[in-house]
């Protein structure tokens, strides 16, 4: 069960009367009801009928929402318990259980739209275990629509447009992506440096600073995400991939990125190992999942991102952004499983099921991470 306190109406009706020492025969009278009446409102035991909220708001001299108790929108801390709970549950229960509870919440909370935008995540990250995928990616595109339709917030609007292109890719409509996303890369404007230059101007140096650090990190994790679909592209051009998988494995070292975002290296790991086995080299393709392996073993859970000595002012920030971002977290249990299945799911890797270095790697990662496999 998720707990939102909704309504609070026999708390709030309680605390007033006593803040203004009246007693419940007095309000009975008032409104026109028995004292006992009344004391069921206080115990939540029953509602008082809905002609009466006026009467009752006027006489604490209270708005009827402000009576009601009534929370339209969550916290930030809200929204993050919440989800943290939908998706431990969707490790435990049947996708259609948890959904049913997704959209009770939703009912109750359809106006508070950074939470309607990270359900929109949360049914993203977990579709593939519905028994209807499409309709729940159509589910997404619903929630993001609203959130751009109503919110009027510059920053979830951006954010629901990319999580509907993540909707559409996953439902086979490349055109529907390049019509929201445009088909050719636009020009970056460099707001973050004017952003920051503003700060410094009114004298917010600490600000200023932070803004550009954490513009710096998030351009070196965008480099590092387009270097790593650049080798995806670039199958005829071994030098090029070569090359490139180099230059990402020095940036890799320099700014000790297995420690800062492991996800992002994990990814590129996997793609090399990809690319180095659709082109026969099988070799260096183990080289690549050997390295896969060893930092998925150095994974903490719960995860939890930080900054380091150089990106030191990255941490608040990453706190903060976690709660509501795109990459909002799966249960714990279901990141494990993924890092094994992710490389025994890959046809690409049928090549290297002979060799006994591949085994044992994928064994070995899966006691380590205590996750059940199949060679």
Not at 185 to 210: P, R
Not at 227 to 237: K, P, V, W, Y
Not at 345 to 368: C, G, T, V, W
Request: glycine share 2%.
């Amino acid at each position: 069960m998720i707990e939102t306190e909704h309504f609070q109406f026999s708390t709030m009706f309680a605390d007033r009367r006593k803040e203004l020492k009246v007693t419940q025969e007095q309000i009975a009278e008032y409104v026109g009801v028995s004292r006992a009446a009344v004391s069921k409102w206080e115990k939540g035991q029953s509602y008082p009928d809905i002609t009466l909220l006026p009467k009752l708001a006027t006489y604490f001299n209270i708005s009827i929402d402000t009576l009601l108790g009534y929370k339209p929108q969550l916290t930030k801390e809200q929204i993050s318990r919440i989800y943290s709970q939908l998706a431990q549950q969707f490790s435990q229960k049947a996708f259609d259980q948890v959904e049913k509870s997704i959209e009770e919440l939703l009912s109750e909370y359809y106006s508070c739209f950074p939470f309607v935008l990270k359900i929109a995540q949360l049914y993203l990250n977990y579709f593939p275990k519905s028994t209807d995928q499409h309709s729940i990616l159509e589910r997404v595109l619903q929630l993001c629509s609203r959130v751009k339709t109503l919110s009027g917030d510059f920053a979830l609007v951006n954010e629901a447009t990319m999580l509907e292109a993540l909707a559409y890719l996953q439902l086979g409509k490349p055109e529907e992506v390049l019509a929201l996303l445009g088909k050719d890369v636009q020009i970056q404007f460099g707001a973050d440096h004017l952003i920051s230059t503003a700060h410094t101007m009114l004298g917010n140096s600490e600000k200023a600073k932070e803004i550009i650090q954490i513009s710096y990190y998030q351009n070196l994790m965008q480099l590092i995400s387009n270097a790593t679909e650049a080798i995806m592209l670039e199958l005829s051009n071994a030098d090029y991939i070569d090359e490139t998988i180099y230059k990402v494995q020095e940036l890799i070292r320099l700014f000790d990125l297995e420690n800062l975002n492991f996800n992002a290296v994990l990814i590129f790991y996997y793609r090399a190992a990809t690319i180095y086995t659709m082109k026969g080299q099988f070799e260096q393709a183990i080289v690549m999942l050997q390295s896969y392996v060893k930092l998925c073993k150095k994974i903490q859970f719960p995860i939890k991102l930080r900054g380091n000595s150089y990106f030191y002012l990255l941490s608040q920030w990453i706190e903060n952004t976690s709660q509501l971002s795109s990459e909002a977290p799966r249960d714990e249990q279901s990141i494990k499983r993924d890092l094994v299945h992710t490389i025994v799911q890959n046809p690409a890797f049928d090549s290297l099921i002979e060799q006994s270095s591949y085994k044992a790697m994928i064994r070995n990662l899966a006691d380590h991470l205590k996750v059940e496999v199949n060679l």
